[in-house]
């Protein structure tokens, strides 16, 4: 693996209300790779994820881009370093075009300053061609599309924008089979494109099918890192449900000690 | 008909009926003509009614409300509603409300009356002709900072807006008493009454009235035209060319409509005589004739009525307020990021903070600028009443959030357009003046406005439902 990895969260940490939701945990992703974020609800990764896209605050810890500290502070922080997000909820405005959801918080405009409209909407229309090709519903407000349209939407809005670090939060949580298997392809054609990709996702076959390495959470905490191809579903099952570290993975703080 | 099926963006769309092909390639929205449609039918009914219960004046259908004088006293008291209104939209879209808008402009016309009165004209000699101008921007700039206020409470400090402005409701009409202490303040400036649109200085007459809407007749061409060119250049599908004219056309006749009636408002005749005498100019024989309308007046003169030829008052000033300031909310609405950010926020305001959106300051922003306008809308008020009491905007928070209503604004957030909510403002100011001409008593008007309101809402969720 490269000496500096794309990105290194070190030891982060957050609460609320007394609850650490994140404690002290630290993931990295290295360009062209994908890692899969794993864990119940409740375990801290959509959590973790959402420091990283500007969404929290973090109370403690420290974020570093290609081995140089950076500040995310918040969302447009997060985008200025190219980190982009697709939400699990997918974070659409459902009362505007998607032109309007592509663009939103970083419109383009006229020389006068008003919103250049048929510009925004003429890039829409060759993104959204690249990604569903039968997408034809620029005109009318997102909550009329249906939920894979939807999931084009998001992602497109994520990779629109020269992404180098795409946080997808369970991407095909609302996807029939055959888009499933879309999403999946997309992951590979960016992997290729050398894009760093964090997945969440509660699917182990997804993961198992998509990942290079996967870190496991539980209560806040890492369990443990692995590659994929060097640990098996039942294994991964028992880092997820007890904690339980296997020999061929690197424990982190949340695993389960032995001497215990 | 069949050489326009290729242009349309979906071939399933050609099997309609006419109405609908005529709306799909229109891109009218059908909302609107059902409004416009309600409008006029109760236009037609108060003037059949008023003709019935108290006789012909002149209305088209022989009653008094569909008369040239009527209508265009309509237009001059829906204004300050109107301006409102299209602020209160904003607010509603954003998923708050405020509650406070009458009080505060019954705060703000007080707080600029006390200015003039008490301040500017001992200090400044009456009538100086800073005095308007100092008041105005006085009463605009508190109307701003009320706002803004309103605005930080509810997105800085969290409380909902509801409360806020509830206590805004019932403390800043406590504030304009303490203020007027309890007392009409009067007189306004002369030159500040020209905004309330009951003198002869705020009309502008035919002149101006034709020209002001000939400029609206092209705009509205260029406008399309233009849409036209841009969709052309970026191969977006283009709507037919007689769907083009027809929107040009009927546009051009909404406008140019408009200015016919203003102009055959002849300026009262006791006025026409006053003017007269005051600027020495000789009356022409018969003009003495006070029985009828037989005193026309042109901006600086007075004429004599030839058959067939009618001079007019035209627009008064709190009407080309009101347009100026449904074009400025229109266009900040749908051509900004502001209105962008304000739509989007209202949709989804959590895709909206992740988006990167600042939407704490975007409701402070969104609140001063209600604030702003109810400044504008206080002036007009107390203008026109040539008085600011700690009266003068009660009530106003709930006709002004029921014409958005009526106008589609939907309570939800996310949906409500600027000229829908002018034309709920106009619909409100037709059934309260209608039921005025009437002679009902107030007690009757206000069940009627209320069921109105909650009719209307009732219908809007009917055809929402349907339309998905």
């Not at chain 1, 699990?88 to 409209?117: H, I, M």
Request: with cysteine; hydrophobic share 50%; net charge neutral.
């Amino acid at each position: 693996m490269a000496s500096t990895p794309l990105i290194e969260m070190r030891d982060i940490s957050i609460a609320f209300g007394g609850i650490k939701a994140v404690d002290h945990a630290s993931i990295d992703l290295n360009p062209g790779e994908v890692v899969g974020l794993l864990g119940h609800n409740g375990a801290g990764k959509s959590t973790l994820i959402k420091i990283l896209s500007g969404a929290y605050r973090r109370d403690a810890g420290s974020i570093f881009i290609e081995g140089k500290e950076v500040a995310i502070n918040n969302p447009r922080d997060a985008k200025a370093l190219g980190i982009e997000t697709i939400y699990q909820t997918l974070a659409l405005a459902d009362n505007v075009d998607a032109a309007a959801n592509l663009y939103l918080g970083r419109e383009l405009r006229t020389p006068f300053g008003t919103l250049d409209d048929v510009a925004m909407e003429a890039e829409t229309r060759k993104v959204m061609h690249r990604l569903n090709p039968n997408f034809r519903r620029f005109k009318e407000p997102v909550i009329k599309l249906s939920g894979g349209q939807r999931q084009s939407v998001a992602i497109a809005r994520a990779i629109h924008f020269n992404a180098r670090i795409l946080i997808m939060d369970e991407p095909t949580a609302a996807l029939g089979p055959q888009e499933t298997a879309q999403v999946g392809e997309l992951i590979k054609q960016l992997k290729a494109e050398g894009i760093g990709i964090f997945l969440i996702s509660h699917d182990l076959h997804d993961v198992f099918d998509l990942a290079d390495r996967l870190v496991v959470m539980k209560n806040g905490k890492v369990v443990g890192t692995a590659r994929t191809s060097d640990v098996n579903h039942d294994e991964v099952l028992g880092m997820i449900i007890a904690g339980k570290c296997p020999p061929s993975a690197v424990p982190g703080p949340g695993a389960l000690q032995s001497a215990a | 008909m069949s050489k326009h099926k290729g242009s349309s963006a979906d071939p399933a769309l050609t099997d309609d009926g006419p109405i609908r092909r005529f709306l799909n390639a229109t891109e009218i929205d059908t909302r609107m003509i059902g409004m416009i449609a309600a409008l006029l039918l109760i236009w037609c009914a108060f003037d059949i009614a008023s003709g019935i219960l108290r006789g012909n004046f002149g209305g088209l259908l022989g009653g008094s409300f569909l008369t040239p004088r009527n209508l265009w006293n309509l237009l001059n008291q829906t204004a300050s509603i109107a301006i409102m209104t299209t602020g209160m939209v904003l607010i509603i879209v954003m998923r708050h409300i405020d509650l406070s808008v009458g009080s505060m402009l019954s705060l703000v016309a007080v707080a600029g009356a006390v200015l003039q009165v008490y301040e500017l004209a001992p200090d400044l000699g009456v009538g100086h002709w800073a005095i308007w101008i100092i008041a105005i921007v006085a009463i605009l700039a508190l109307g701003t900072l009320i706002g803004a206020f309103n605005g930080f409470l509810t997105a800085y400090a969290q409380i909902p807006s509801f409360i806020v402005t509830l206590g805004g409701l019932i403390a800043y009409s406590g504030v304009a008493f303490l203020l007027a202490k309890g007392e009409t303040v009067a007189p306004m400036d002369k030159t500040f009454k020209v905004l309330g649109g009951t003198i002869p200085a705020s009309w502008i007459g035919p002149f101006w009235t034709w020209t002001l809407s000939l400029i609206a007749c092209a705009v509205i061409v260029l406008a399309i035209i233009n849409g036209r060119r841009q969709r052309i250049r970026f191969r977006f599908p283009l709507r037919p060319v007689w769907a083009e004219v027809t929107l040009a056309a009927l546009g051009s006749i909404t406008v140019l409509g408009a200015a016919w009636i203003v102009n055959s408002y002849p300026w009262p005749p006791k006025l026409a005589e006053n003017y007269a005498k005051e600027n020495n100019i000789v009356i022409p024989p018969g003009i003495e004739d006070r029985a009828g309308d037989a005193i026309c007046m042109a901006a600086d003169k007075v004429v004599r009525c030839v058959e067939g030829l009618s001079f007019g008052t035209g627009y008064a000033a709190p009407v080309l307020v009101a347009f100026a300031i449904g074009i400025i909310m229109t266009f900040l609405a749908t051509r900004t990021r502001f209105g962008r950010y304000v739509y989007a926020a209202g949709g989804n305001p959590e895709a909206a903070v992740l988006a990167g959106i600042n939407t704490k300051m975007l409701t402070v922003k969104v609140f001063a600028l209600m604030g702003f306008l109810v400044g504008v809308s206080a002036i007009i008020s107390s203008a026109r009443l040539d008085a600011a009491t700690n009266a003068l905007g009660g009530l106003n928070e709930l006709y002004v959030i029921a014409a958005a209503v009526i106008g589609g604004t939907s309570l939800a957030g996310g949906l409500g357009t600027i000229y829908g909510a002018i034309l709920g403002a106009l619909m409100m100011q037709s059934i309260q003046s209608g039921m005025g001409l009437l002679n009902l008593p107030a007690a009757f008007q206000n069940i009627v406005v209320g069921s109105v309101l909650v009719i209307a809402v009732w219908l809007d969720q009917i055809y929402r439902r349907n339309v998905k």
